[in-house]
DNA sequence: AAGTGGTCTAGACCACTCG
DNA sequence: GAGTGGTCTAGACCACTTT
């Protein structure tokens, strides 16, 4: 058996040996914060294998002049990210990937947005009108009360690809319809300081009927892939209730799931 | 409006003043997680309503006996599982919910087994083969090796809801054929010791082909729900690769997204 | 100014895994 | 038995929100 002394770390520890981390203590950045952060830049880039294991925590914090806690504070958001696993007994390690990129859940932030595929965005109405009784329930506001529709067009390459419907409080926010051609609706709610918490999804199919065939460039019975959501911020009151169907030949929902512990 | 002077703390602490929590020291559960489940379990009957303030953590940490590290770690899971926030300056509060319940990423443990309607599972095929190109990519093996392949129909209320088709590494599992009619996958795999740590997903629509409308009890046409998924282990090596196909008409997929800060 | 959560420290002991 | 992560403590100072 080899030396211990310096080597059974070898195996795994020489990349992160040769890793220098710079901490910046006058930063009002988190130290545990900077640490994960660069942490994930080496797995991003490679520097940091799946597979390898990231050498003890104590030893880090050594090295790092950080108390324990810190470096795991930092490690423990790279877990919950999916990026590293943890075994008592065992070690850190980089998850044997496959992975890494889509850890967020998108389709929160405007799934089309987030495909890279430029998107247009055509507001083919954006009014008050009486909220109905699904509307109302959604919305948690009484029925009939004012309430602002959006209907959108959404497409990729000059083909259509989506249509969506959403209601939203009156007052809620400024729907300025320039602005809604020209970013995503989620990004325009953060930019007026509303937080989002949570969003509860139904994800159905259908087949299209003449209207929305006609809408989508489709023939009538093509499939559709339908979603209605309901978002909430972060006070748990809704914020938006949105009834979107998909052509489904065009469009398909993908996102990855973690399992809690 | 009204006096603020004594009052935001009134509405908000008796209801925790009168809570008593047990904690048990020589219980091998930890201490943080036997808080969380009793604070859980208070949001869950409603003692602490959406809305109320939890009281500050160090008056808290006194009262229970604990550091105030303790009392974080128990309130920061129950932030991470949507239940609570936190505002700097002001407090943590119950979430003003509408959801509570589904929180958890159903869909991973067998779809249908939490829907609660007691499905039952026909096995149709469960035999070695030789993975073909795509599976073979998927479950991370060289094409033409051995792989189990497991088809499955499943009902509800004796009507056809959705038709399973999984591909497993060879040797993985002990695919039992009445216990797979009796139980999830994913229930077994979990008992032979497999953790599942994360699956990546893609959920589209397209038209029933005459086969599949046979065998789903549809027409030729009918809007089907798909999924394709590939679930990993807590090392990062996939473990399932599936190709499923749901009745649109009885079936949908409804979850629950959460916002990471 | 007072009160809150956010961050950080420097220790301690335990439970688990592995050789 | 040696090494690892898991839990826990008792403090400290800071940033933010509200009065």
């Given amino acids: 058996m080899a030396k211990t002394g310096g ?19 006058g930063s009002p950045v988190p130290l545990y914060y900077q640490l994960a952060q660069q942490l994930e830049a080496a797995i991003e880039h490679g520097v940091l294998a799946p597979g390898n294991l990231l050498g003890n925590e104590i030893d880090l ?46 389709s929160l932030y405007d799934d089309l947005e987030a495909a890279g595929q430029g998107p247009a965005t055509r507001v083919v109405r954006n009014e008050g009108v009486q909220a109905s009784a699904d509307v109302a329930a959604a919305l948690g506001v ?23 419907c959403n209601y939203l409080p009156a007052g809620l926010l400024d729907l ?34 003449a209207d929305e065939a006609a ?14 959501r309901t978002a909430y911020d972060d006070t748990g009151r809704p914020v938006e209730y949105g009834t979107h169907i998909y052509r489904a030949s065009r469009y398909a929902f993908d996102f990855q799931l973690l399992v809690r512990p």
């Fill in 176 to 209: 300025d319809t320039p602005r809604l051609e020209a970013t995503g609706l989620y990004r325009m709610m953060r930019t007026a300081g509303i937080t989002l918490h949570s969003a509860r999804q139904t994800v159905g199919a259908r087949c299209a009927t």
């Fill in 215 to 228: 809408l989508l460039d489709e023939q009538e019975g093509a499939a559709l892939l339908t979603m209605q």
């Fill in 7 to 25: 080597y059974s770390r070898a195996a795994t520890a020489p990349a992160l040996g040769s890793l220098d981390f710079a901490l910046d203590r």
């Fill in 61 to 106: 914090s050594v090295r790092l002049g950080l108390s324990r806690p810190t470096v795991r504070q930092a490690i423990q958001s790279l877990v919950d990210k999916g990026l590293l696993v943890r075994r008592r007994g065992v070690g850190t390690q980089v998850v044997h990937s496959q992975v890494k990129r889509p850890l967020e859940l998108s």
């Fill in 142 to 164: 009484a029925e009939g009360s004012q309430v602002t529709i959006l209907e959108r067009l959404r497409s990729t390459h000059g083909q259509p690809v989506a249509f969506l």
